[in-house]
């Protein structure tokens, strides 16, 4: 008896023991909580680009010349390319997000909120997909967004949620 007895022990001291160490470590793991930021505005958000590198692309950028740049490897192959827009880099900075390209339409980008605590800046989004019945564009396509917020020296978290399908059946 006093063998189960001691084993019980153990292995509630284990178990005790396996508490305590997932709580320390939990709680090194940032929070992806803060306030809401408002002074945030959509610069462009369209659904195709021929943006040379491959996969989804998640930048900051802080820089006019970076900026420059980027306008115009999203707008690779376009005949004029659109209008660079002015924005104030001493005040503002820019957050390019672009998914992988896509065999069809009706793919997006959605759910943006950008949050903001003492260190960190999190940018939260979700991929949105057409549902099975939703009509779609025959065509490659590769969704961007360019967001312009307030210039900050926090570390972006670009934090992407679990993927939403649309529903077209919905009237």
């Not at 408002?38 to 998640?58: A, F, H, L, Q, R």
């Not at 820019?94 to 759910?111: A, E, R, T, W």
């Amino acid at each position: 008896m006093r063998f189960k007895q001691r084993s019980y022990m153990k292995f509630l001291a284990m178990i005790l023991m396996m508490i305590v160490i997932m709580g320390l470590a939990c709680s090194q793991i940032p929070g992806y909580e803060g306030v809401v930021m408002d002074d945030v505005k959509e610069i462009k958000s369209e659904y195709y680009s021929n943006y040379p590198e491959k996969g989804e692309i998640t930048k900051r950028i802080t820089e006019k010349e970076v900026f420059e740049m980027e306008w115009k490897m999203v707008h690779q192959g376009m005949k004029p390319i659109p209008e660079l827009p002015g924005i104030n880099f001493d005040e503002r900075e820019l957050i390019l997000l672009m998914l992988d390209s896509k065999s069809s339409g009706g793919y997006g980008i959605d759910n943006l909120k950008l949050q903001t605590n003492e260190n960190q800046l999190f940018v939260h989004y979700v991929e949105s997909h057409p549902g099975s019945g939703c009509l779609t564009t025959q065509a490659i396509t590769r969704p961007y967004k360019f967001i312009s917020i307030p210039k900050s020296d926090k570390e972006v978290i670009f934090l992407k949620g679990d993927t939403v399908v649309n529903d077209c059946n919905e009237l």
